[in-house]
């Protein structure tokens, strides 16, 4: 969980309120892609949705090709959220041009 609050820069009590079983258990976060960089709120600030930490629902009805999971591995790599951002653009960016069969 310090891991988390490092990586989201969240207070040690922000971060026991993510403390829930089923993410845990799971060992990856899932999360869909479009949600993550089009914040509402502020376009140049991605957010984590509290829905995606709850592992027992779809991360996204909207754009449920979008859908992914981050690991444990991939948050170790990648200390940051904009390093991590980074990692999965160029993932959905790989998966795109697969999709098009352009890759």
Known sequence: MSRLAELFRLGPEDVLILNRPVAIQAGCL?????????????????????????GGTSPCREHPRWVGRVSPKD???????PRLL?????????????RRGTG
Do not use: F, G, T
């Not at 899932?30 to 709850?54: E, G």
């Open 30 to 54: 899932s999360y869909c892609y479009q949600c993550l960089v089009l914040n509402p709120r502020d376009v140049y600030s991605p957010y984590w949705k509290d829905a995606w930490i709850d």
């Open 75 to 81: 948050m170790h790599q990648n200390r940051n959220v």
């Open 86 to 98: 980074r990692l999965l653009e160029r993932r959905w960016r790989r998966i795109e041009r697969k």
